[in-house]
């Protein structure tokens, strides 16, 4: 199970890049800045979540090879969800700028927009009650982001059924107007 689960986290960070990429260049010429940083936030996001995979790894290591005390797995695992929340951070802070630019562009309807950026600040505010337990544990902080993973699955729900619109007056997005403007 360990093993798969490493399998799926690559394939689930290379997609989150995969995403970012396609919502900066969907995006880019609405607020270059903003994109850039959606982008950069993404990046950051996605580099933790890999190097920290080499918790996982080690965890399977020292579980499956003699000679290893049974606490280290524990260790790993325990360092895995800590770097993980490292991540969260910058998980939290992409959503900001992908919330300001859905509600710039008028693609989606317009309570995404405020929605996704109180999603990213929920993640933020989640690792508050984290970082100061003793422990590094809280039962809060997973109600305080609950809503923030229903509102990036009711984002992504709408884009897959309904994608986006052409409000009237705008074209609708097409290759020759996703290309970037240089950030300036």
């Known amino acids: 199970m360990l093993r798969l689960a490493i399998?799926?986290?690559?394939?689930g960070i290379a997609a989150f890049v995969g995403v970012a990429i396609a919502l900066y260049f969907l995006f880019s010429r609405l607020g270059p800045m903003a994109a850039a940083t959606l982008l950069a936030c993404v990046v950051v996001?996605?580099?933790i979540e890999a190097a920290d995979l080499f918790n996982r790894v080690g965890?399977?290591?020292t579980a499956t090879q003699p000679g290893y005390s049974d606490a280290l797995p524990m260790l790993f695992m325990q360092l895995y969800e800590q770097g993980y929340l490292?991540?969260?951070v910058f998980f939290g802070l992409w959503l900001i700028p992908l919330g300001?630019?859905?509600s710039r562009s008028g693609w989606?309807?317009?309570v995404f927009g405020?929605?996704?950026?109180?999603?990213g600040v929920l993640y933020l505010v989640a690792l508050v009650p984290i970082y100061a337990s003793a422990t590094l544990t809280s039962d809060f902080s997973v109600p305080i982001a609950m809503p923030?993973?229903?509102?990036?699955?009711?984002?992504?729900?709408?884009l897959a059924v309904f994608g986006l619109h052409r409000p009237a007056g705008q074209d609708r997005p097409t290759a020759d107007t996703l290309t970037p403007e240089p950030v300036r």
């Open 86 to 88: 490292v991540a969260q």
């Open 114 to 119: 405020p929605a996704l950026a109180l999603a």
């Open 45 to 47: 996001s996605a580099t």
């Open 148 to 158: 923030a993973g229903l509102i990036e699955i009711a984002f992504a729900l709408w």
């Open 59 to 61: 965890a399977l290591i």
């Open 100 to 102: 300001y630019l859905v």
């Open 7 to 11: 399998a799926a986290d690559l394939v």
């Open 108 to 110: 989606l309807p317009r």
